[in-house]
């Protein structure tokens, strides 16, 4: 009687090996399922930074202000006859 319980309970994990631990098992399903979703993550900041330089480029294909606001803050630059002043910040 104590041999076909042992060989009925090997049996089941011979066969429950592959679910869980084989090529295609859970642990591979859930790996796989949270780099799924880092990875969306990423897409969607990706996303939001690519409509960010989007609206960018479009605001300086657009007018003067946006270049003139880009020359001023990023470059320094000035009209002729005004005096830049630079106040640096205390931390």
């Known amino acids: 009687m104590r041999w076909p319980v042992i060989i009925l309970l090997l049996l089941v994990v011979v066969l429950q090996y592959p679910l ?3 090529k ?3 642990l591979r399903v ?3 399922d949270r780099q799924v979703q880092a990875q969306r993550e ?3 900041r990706l996303e939001q ?3 960010s330089l989007e609206a960018e480029v479009r605001d300086l ?3 003067n202000e946006a270049i003139e ?3 001023r803050f990023e470059l320094g630059m000035t009209k002729p006859g005004e005096t830049f002043v630079q106040v640096p910040q205390k931390h």
């Open 61 to 63: 294909k657009s007018g």
């Open 20 to 22: 869980w631990l084989g």
């Open 30 to 32: 859930w790996d796989v």
């Open 69 to 71: 606001e880009l020359a």
């Open 42 to 44: 990423e897409n969607f």
């Open 49 to 51: 930074r690519n409509a």
């Open 24 to 26: 295609g098992g859970w």
